[in-house]
């Protein structure tokens, strides 16, 4: 089969597409015939040797994907060859007793070969069969942002009608927290630097919508916009750089699961102080992804709801590298995903 690996995780330019044997299911193993996959930011971050440390540069990228079963291992249950499936990224995390360091050794596209090859080798016990109203496009660009978004916004923060939600930028993350907020009910509050986009969230749903370039206080813009309400819910994609501003757009008693750190890394010093948080009570959470039943959870949302994830630009699986380069420049709006067959 044709696969691509990441190489010596120094950048984008040394992804290499390789032939590789094809994989073969063991007893509660089915493999995967590829159709497509999507891009995460973790994606590009795996690339430039910034997520994690000492993985082979053999390994298979990409934790988004959805295809058909070709082939079933022995003993495998409850599945069957042509069922259209995906999976959660940490495979072994399935329920909500099941979190510990372990899963982190079998996590799509990092510490086990992911989804940007002709096919790949799954345990059946992650692999959900997918009804036929979610189209490719979005089951290949869902799970990390269904698993991450459910369980920071309705699991952790209990998003529900009459709540408010804020997300800032307009990445994956993002617009699928709009779009399964406006879902569920709750209103909705996001910040971009482009009006454009802002505009297009608007056109989704989007309640409030504050151009943090524009005002450098986005925080007190988002108070004056809600009567000083601020957001009862926060999926937090830009971290610790700009917590002080988070944590002044939150309202009293609400909740942030802190997802990513897109205002610098994971290991930035915290811009707020503690008075802050006790003053409103808030409370915060790390979200790590989520399970299968958080994943499976939000299908069923997308399938009730009929939501279409929005995909920026689709490239070709020889086009691999233009994609990264895609979503390393910020120029897109939700999810870029690869077509593999």
Request: charge should be negative; charged fraction near 20%.
């Amino acid at each position: 089969m044709k696969a691509w690996e990441i190489g010596e995780q120094t950048g984008i330019d040394v992804l290499r597409q390789v032939e590789r044997d094809d994989p073969i299911a063991g007893p509660g193993e089915i493999v995967v015939k590829v159709t497509a996959a999507g891009l995460n930011y973790r994606d590009l971050m795996m690339v430039r040797g910034l997520y994690g440390s000492d993985h082979p540069d053999n390994r298979i990228p990409l934790t988004d994907g959805v295809g058909v079963i070709e082939t079933l291992g022995d003993g495998v249950e409850g599945l069957a060859i042509g069922d259209r499936v995906a999976a959660q990224n940490f495979l072994p995390w399935l329920d909500d007793g099941g979190f510990g360091f372990h899963v982190f050794g079998q996590d799509v596209g990092i510490t086990a070969d992911g989804w940007l090859a002709e096919k790949i080798k799954l345990p059946a016990s992650a692999a959900i069969k997918l009804p036929d109203s979610i189209s490719d496009e979005t089951a290949a660009t869902l799970a990390v942002v269904a698993c991450t978004v459910w369980h920071a916004m309705v699991a952790f923060g209990g998003a529900a009608p009459g709540k408010l939600v804020l997300a800032q930028g307009t990445g994956g993350v993002s617009i699928f927290a709009l779009q399964l907020a406006k879902a569920i009910g709750a209103e909705f509050a996001i910040t971009s630097s482009s009006e454009e986009k802002l505009a297009k969230a608007r056109e989704m749903g989007a309640d409030y919508t504050i151009n943090y370039r524009d005002t450098d206080d986005w925080a007190a813009a988002l108070l004056e916009a809600t009567g000083g309400r601020g957001a009862d819910v926060v999926v937090d994609t830009i971290g610790f750089g700009e917590m002080a501003q988070t944590m002044a757009a939150t309202a009293v008693e609400g909740r942030i699961g802190t997802v990513g750190a897109l205002s610098g890394t994971p290991q930035d010093a915290a811009t707020f102080s503690q008075g802050a948080m006790l003053g409103k009570n808030i409370t915060l959470k790390g979200i790590t992804s989520g399970h299968r039943g958080m994943f499976e959870a939000a299908l069923k949302v997308v399938a009730e709801h009929d939501i279409e994830m929005l995909i920026d630009r689709s490239f070709a699986f020889d086009e691999a590298k233009a994609a990264y380069e895609h979503l390393e420049s910020g120029a897109h709006m939700g999810k870029v995903m690869i077509r593999v067959s």
